[in-house]
């Protein structure tokens, strides 16, 4: 179960570091230990305030696109900044995961708008989403040929030019070309030398060049331009971390609490890092130190739900996670840890309330694995074998996913007499280190099974 803390570097993750990747065709599994780098979503029309495309949206959801246009039309009238309304309508679609309309849609744009930048911005950003790599980038170096000459304003023609260079920098890093993504990334701050989060870009790519005094200095830096970004000790801890040397990464936790002694958020970060190397036990104590900075950090509370769940204690999650599931029914991290709890209860009561919160919230996040299979283990705990192992299988098809999500599907398999399947995928989990909620459970399976 993975849950928000910190910000992910690189491929890097903070909670439930080891993964699995099942192949769905023989039952088998293959394992790796780095997750997938963050996926890169094609962008939403970013002058648009909330609300703004809502009568648009529920359009598209109904399929009717060309009234969908119409509206995004008529509302562009009023704001001649905005990108082409073919591009907002693919974005709507993909926010909608309406995949090959998006892409139709985007097509049409390239045709209708072929000279504007944001037609290909998109694209590059998608290509990046899929590892594209040589597309994202002709379609970045195009992106920016189509800025110069006078024909935007000098604040749009300035964020056409720093996307291409973040664009064009995050395919020298997918390449590890850290020198062109360092050129790119000083030319994105030449543009807007306060842009910390494009500082905290940089900063990684200088760490990945070995440069780990100046990538420090350069964190520090980003932190004073932007002071919501995480604390520049905790951002060196993940460097360090995803270099394989925990040490240093224990290190540099340790500094940051010094650094910031009245603020919770490196003591939540530390938490988050040790419950990702299965040492939930140790975090413990951090988080209370967390709440007793700030008895109502919401963070805080989660994280320790989260301890919760990995030493199996699902009243304590039940009690922790209801009130914030009452109060943001739409988060979906907290929905879903707070199904898990209910549903792997005795109680049937709570099993089927758990399982309608799992349903609710894979309708509202139709594109989150980690929903889909929280819904899965529901169908499995309240003796629906079939849908559990067709679900389970879904969310996890073509992707990584967490040891506890092969778990599931191994009882699935145990359950349906597939006990050599089910015998391989426990035994690859559970070699794996790290966080691993049900590994004496699965420990205990696999010793069945082997009798």
Known sequence: ?????????????????????????????????DPPAPKVEPEKPATATSGEFDSAMEKVREGKLDDALELIKTR???????????????????????????????????????D?????????????????????????????SLVGGGRFRDDIAGKYQRESHDGLAAVAEGRDDWKTAQAELLASLELEPKNGSTRQKLART???????????????QAVKDSPQLEPAGVSMAWLWNQKGNPEKAAEWFGYAAKVEPKSPRPLLAHSAWLIDQGRSKEAAPLVEAALALDPKSREAKQMRALIDW???????????????????????????????????????????????IAETTARRNPRSSESLATVGWGYYRVGQLDQAEKLIRASISGSRTTPDVAYYLARVLTDKALDQDATKLLESALKLPGAFAHRDDATALLKTLKK
Do not use: Y
Not at 20 to 30: C, F, K
Not at 310 to 326: G, K, M, N, T, W
């Open 1 to 33: 179960m993975r849950f928000p803390s910190m910000p992910r570097h690189g491929s890097t993750s903070r909670i439930c570091q080891a993964t699995v990747l099942i192949a769905l065709g023989s039952g088998s599994a293959a394992w790796a230990q």
């Open 76 to 114: 562009s009238i009023k704001h001649p900044e905005w990108p082409p309304a073919r591009i907002i309508l693919a974005r709507l679609l993909f926010a909608s995961d309406q995949q090959p309309m998006a892409r139709r849609a985007l097509e049409q744009a390239a045709v209708d708008s072929s």
């Open 116 to 144: 504007h930048p944001e037609v290909f911005l998109t694209m590059g950003n998608l290509a990046l989403a899929e590892g594209r790599l040589s597309d994202a980038q002709l379609n970045f170096i195009k992106a920016r």
């Open 206 to 220: 200088l760490f990945r060049m070995d440069k780990t005094d100046e990538a420090f200095s350069m964190l520090e």
């Open 310 to 356: 990995h030493s199996r204690d699902l009243a304590a999650v039940e009690a922790a996670l209801e009130p914030i599931h009452r109060e943001e029914p739409t988060n979906t991290l907290v929905a879903n840890l707070l199904a898990l709890a209910l549903i792997d209860q005795a109680d049937p009561v709570k099993r089927t309330r758990g399982l309608k």
